[in-house]
């Protein structure tokens, strides 16, 4: 029977075009010994990605470089560096509308640059995939990983995942495509992690065959319609709605921004099936449980090492999706906690306040330890927060400066 | 002692290869079957200035991450990290653990009475090692001084060994490897020292051995021991 499918043709570097699902959760993976920046180049060899724009900021540069070497090799099909950040999403966006599947990396004071972009990008359904490797920006400046750009992120619309390691990484760029790319979701994906602690760190990660990649984006799989700059399916070029003060420009923008965010809600089924759940948990049934994404998870593992040394038992719960926002999960999975505690890597506390406003009881939630301007956070310093929380005494600990 | 955790910093200067250093060890540990992570951490790419990496080696699952606030190792790959203050955390042995170890990179003695004071209080033991020297003498670059920083540490410890840091140098500059501008421009830098790739890496390993066996040497005669408990059988 003749077919159009893809599946099991090869692309123009020998790979086999395979199931997202056979690739993802079936074939066989390779451990192999790299740090975050070379995972990612990895993932996009496998991602069958049309278009990647970069800009040089620390600590996605090498990200960014890593990807121009899989350019010349020819697993990308375009590549070049925009002249800001600003320029970059623009151009992304461009590449989008024309029905690329696009790449891009940013960081820190270059997300806030290109910030008028994101809810562009989200009310254009573009499906573009930017992974951010927090850090800080604030003044006076940081390259170190804070995560309060996440915090800027969390209202653009877009799809906004938090990865602990550089497995999630790996995984999530693969199956970020594929949620992302469904035609009820069809809207852009944030994929943070935490600079350097994810993006300089050398840590062991399972590879799917370099042999295969993602089937390619199909851009009439769009719930509008592609781009034609000759006859655009509403006259927005000229004749923005917002030049038109009436019912129904007014009437269409909320619906649009309505149906945006309906959007991001539809992306859970496809995210909870593609990611094992918008959380991960465990021991929950503990009184004190540490909730939190990113690098605060790790720290939090190792704490609760420490404290399980000690004889004081405490869960935990790895938030792995922040847009869409699992409140339900996290109110089923804290139901039965005394002490809720939210380390974080930012100065303000976001996670706590979108934690405190999704259970019951809110003042069981514990909004720290936290460290600003991209600071460690030694498990020591959570295991003595947990300690305070419970009014057992801890030992004071040599800081810096002793 | 042995723990089922090493926690290595390593604290150099831009430049030196402190960063290569832990990746290399880290690398060489996960050869063994152990586990391990390393990461950096340093503000502006330049020389001289403070660069601090760190190397995690267990035989469990590591998550830690970032600065190694309470190290069992401490490495001081350039005398400057403690006459000058280069280094992130003062004085630079701060929150090293009980029982730890302090390996130097001089030729002359560093410490002020206070600071042998405070780290014999801990039963923390103090290598020298001129590993500039030994640099110069075996591989004839200062440029390979990391590679004594690595050597002294698996010497003493045994938490890598011989053949697993052998693949692990093989792997690091033995194929194209692509990272910063600063580190690309050092990695040209050291290649030109040498003939052929072969040499750099021979010379290298040569350099580790030597360190190495300073190491082995050294603990023997001080009856010192911190070593990685040994993997469980699968």
Redesign the interface.
């Known amino acids: 029977m003749d077919t159009n499918s893809v599946i099991g043709t090869t692309n123009k570097k020998g790979q086999v075009i395979t199931d997202a699902r056979r690739m993802m959760f079936e074939a066989p993976r390779t451990p192999s ?1 790299y ?1 975050g920046s070379e995972v990612i180049k990895e993932a996009i060899r496998r991602a069958n990605v049309d278009v990647m724009i970069a800009y040089p900021i620390t600590p996605q ?2 990200a960014a ?2 990807i121009g ?1 899989l350019f010349a090799e020819g697993y990308v099909k375009e590549y070049f560096r925009g002249e800001s950040e600003f320029a970059v999403m623009s151009e992304c966006a461009g590449a989008a509308f024309g029905g690329a599947r696009v790449f891009t990396t940013t960081a820190g004071p270059g997300t806030m640059r290109a910030m008028e972009n994101f809810p562009m990008w989200s009310g254009a359904r573009l499906p573009i995939q930017m992974i951010v490797t927090c850090r800080g920006i604030n003044s006076p400046l940081s ?3 804070d995560t309060l750009e996440i915090a800027y992120l969390l209202n653009t619309g877009m799809l906004v995942w938090h990865a602990e390691t550089a497995q999630d990484f790996y995984d999530w760029i693969l199956k970020g495509y594929i949620v992302s790319e469904e035609p009820d979701v069809h809207l852009p994906l944030a994929l943070c992690c ?1 600079g ?3 993006t ?5 990660v399972n590879l799917t065959p370099v042999d295969m990649c993602l089937p390619p984006y199909d851009p009439y799989r769009s719930p509008v319609p592609c781009m034609d700059m000759e006859c655009p399916p509403v006259r927005m070029m000229r004749d923005p709605f917002v030049m038109k003060s009436n019912y129904i420009s007014y009437a269409t923008h909320a619906s649009w921004q309505q149906e945006v965010w309906a959007a991001v809600e539809r992306s859970r089924k496809h995210t909870i099936a593609w990611i094992d759940g918008l959380i991960e948990t465990e021991n929950v049934d503990a009184d004190i449980l540490i909730v939190s994404s990113g ?1 605060a ?3 939090g ?2 704490a609760i090492r420490l404290l399980a040394d000690e004889g004081i038992r405490v869960g935990l719960v790895k938030v792995k999706s922040l847009r869409p926002w699992p409140g339900q999960e996290i109110r089923e999975a804290t139901k039965n906690a005394k002490h809720i505690i939210v380390p974080e890597f930012n100065v303000v506390g976001w996670m706590a306040r979108e934690i405190k406003a999704s259970v019951p009881n809110s003042d069981r939630v514990v909004c720290g330890p936290r460290v600003g301007g991209g ?6 310093v959570i295991v003595s927060e947990i300690k305070n929380a419970l009014g057992i005494r801890s030992a004071a600990m ?5 | 002692m042995i723990k089922k955790r090493l926690n290595i910093r390593m604290s150099g200067l831009g430049g030196q290869g402190a960063v290569t250093a832990a ?1 290399v060890m ?2 060489a540990a ?1 050869k063994d079957g152990k ?7 340093f ?2 790419e330049k020389r001289m200035a403070p660069a601090e990496s760190y190397c995690r080696i267990g035989i469990e699952r590591i ?5 190694l ?2 190290p069992d190792v401490i490495e001081v790959f350039h005398p400057q990290v403690i006459t000058m203050g280069k280094s ?3 004085p630079f042995y ?2 090293i653990k009980e029982g730890g170890l302090v390996i130097i990179n001089s030729d002359a003695p560093l410490l002020t009475e206070e600071d042998i004071q405070r780290l014999n209080d801990l039963h923390v033991a103090v290598f020298y090692i001129n590993g500039t020297q030994v640099a110069l003498e075996v591989a004839g670059t200062e440029l390979s001084t990391n590679m004594t920083m690595i050597g002294s540490v698996a010497g003493i410890t045994k938490c890598v060994s011989m053949h697993a840091l052998d693949l692990a140098l093989q792997e690091r500059f033995g194929k194209k490897f ?3 501008g600063g580190t690309a421009t050092l990695d040209e830098a050291i290649k030109k020292k040498f003939a052929k790739k072969e040499m750099l890496l021979q010379k290298n390993l040569d350099t580790v051995k030597r360190a190495y066996e300073m190491g082995v040497e050294w603990a023997e005669k001080n009856k010192y021991e911190l070593q990685v408990a040994a993997m469980a059988a699968a």
């Open positions: 010994f740090t540069s090498e470089a890593l070497e390259i170190q990983p935490d350097f602690f994810v300089h760190t050398k840590d062991m690098t998870v790790s720290q593992r190792e600071m460690t956070m030694p498990p020591e040599a800081g810096r400066g002793s | 990746h880290a690398m996960s586990f391990a992570i390393s990461n950096p951490f503000g502006a998550y830690d991450r970032g600065e606030v309470f992130y955390t003062m701060s929150g692509v990272a910063s």
